[in-house]
């Protein structure tokens, strides 16, 4: 099994910036990529920011420019720098890896517990 922690939300008012952290632990031989997705009031989760294994990014065009995810080597641990931040971005943000458990090519797909990110306006 493998267990994200997720830390860093928080209240904001719009224009200001928060740093979100997760770290993965468990089984893992290997990550291939970590995400970050968002659930607002009323809306179906969407995929915010995701980091690949060669140091790839992609954003949601309703982030690019404001926000930023950041890896370490192994991408066991993963921070999303958000600035700018604008009402819409209230969410409960959820950290999602994806990887090998094991030589054998078992895979693993994890979540975090997410965490509460409101900005006022």
């Known amino acids: 099994q493998v267990q994200l922690v997720e830390s860093g939300g928080g209240l904001v008012q719009a224009g200001g910036s928060l740093t979100l952290s997760c770290t993965a632990s468990g089984r893992i031989f290997s990550i291939n990529a970590m995400n970050w997705y968002r659930q607002g009031p009323g809306k179906q989760r969407e995929l915010v920011a995701i980091i690949t294994s060669d140091g790839s990014t992609n954003y949601a065009d309703s982030v690019k420019g404001r926000f930023t995810i950041s890896g370490d080597n192994n991408l066991k641990t993963v921070t999303l720098q958000m600035n700018s931040l604008k009402s819409e971005d209230t969410a409960v943000y959820y950290c999602?890896?994806?990887?090998?458990?094991?030589?054998?090519?078992?895979?693993?797909?994890?979540w975090g517990q997410g965490t509460q990110v409101t900005v006022s306006s």
């Open positions: 999602n890896v994806r990887g090998y458990s094991g030589i054998n090519g078992q895979t693993f797909d994890s």
